[in-house]
């Protein structure tokens, strides 16, 4: 969590949580590697790559990307689902900022493989084949021009109407998002029921 | 209701099949393709000879059936290629076709290394939930290493930087 905070001189805002996961197996490892000549990944070598998923260890980040308008699911105006109701559609494109805190990151869990007496390291800035956390689009706020609920998950635009997951954060922070979901999804619960109470209470 | 079988909305489907069996004129392209691109070397035995290889390599078809039809043809395509010619044609395929070769390369090494004799040749005692003790996290505080961030206390920065 040492990068977590933002700090200008870095050249962009906001953060990473940086962590360590268990090593992928050896099919992994090989994919890792495409990246080798033919010959030396595939033929008699091959063996040696796999194996070197025994002394691998992965350093994997979690990245702030801002909330930015362009980022949006909007209904698309050309595909349907099977029922025939409009696909969502969703843009999304990396920023600036996101491309400069991916680099400065990597940079670090390479200082930490190196440190750690890493004899080949082997980078990759985006993780293209993972789901990621999928945040916002919903987001909370006092504001109907500029968000979508109210700080307790209901909407602006359709009383009665809650929302309680990932979709209705401001940012996406960089820690993994489930404590604060349920958080979220709790208050939201509360307030709801305090609601319901009241209007029993009335009739 | 839900039971252990229930399917979790979360993960894909396994299938265990391929999208149709693979005739055996295709199974002995396919293995002398594997023994090319994992030929035998030191301890380590030839694809072909890797004990249950083509069941796991059927697991291993069944897994990306998303890619079934184009590595199958290219497997057909090198039928008639000799044994001396495979190794140049399968690296002329790595060479100008990756989106051809990278599925079938990665469905023989997947079938390879998932076997059992060789999971155990190399070391790879497979995926497995290693979890954290419960006592871990009240463990953290006695070991000092918490203690410089309790020392400085909660910090805020915005998202701006101030």
Redesign the interface.
Known sequence: MQFY????SRGF??GAKMHAL?TP???NA??AH?ELD?DEL???A??DV??S??NGILWAANTED?PEEHNRVTLSTKLVDPDGLPAPKIEYRISDNTRRLLKFTVERMVEAHEAAGAAHVITQELWIDQPGHLLGTARMGHDPATSVVDSYGKTHDVDNLYIADGSIFV?SGSANPTCTISALALRAGKKVVEQVSARKAQS | MTTSSDRRLSVPPRHTKPPRPLTDREHDILLRIADTLIPAAGPNPKASDAEQFLPYLELAFAARADVFDAVVKAVNDLADVGDDELRGALKQMWANDKFTFDPLSSIIAGAYFMTPQVKELIGYPGQHRDPAGLEDAANELETGILDPVLERGPIYISAAGE
């Open positions: 905070e933002t700090d200008k805002v906001r268990p197996g050896p099919l090989v994919e495409r033919f595939w033929g008699p091959i063996h796999a194996r998923a025994r801002l940012t």
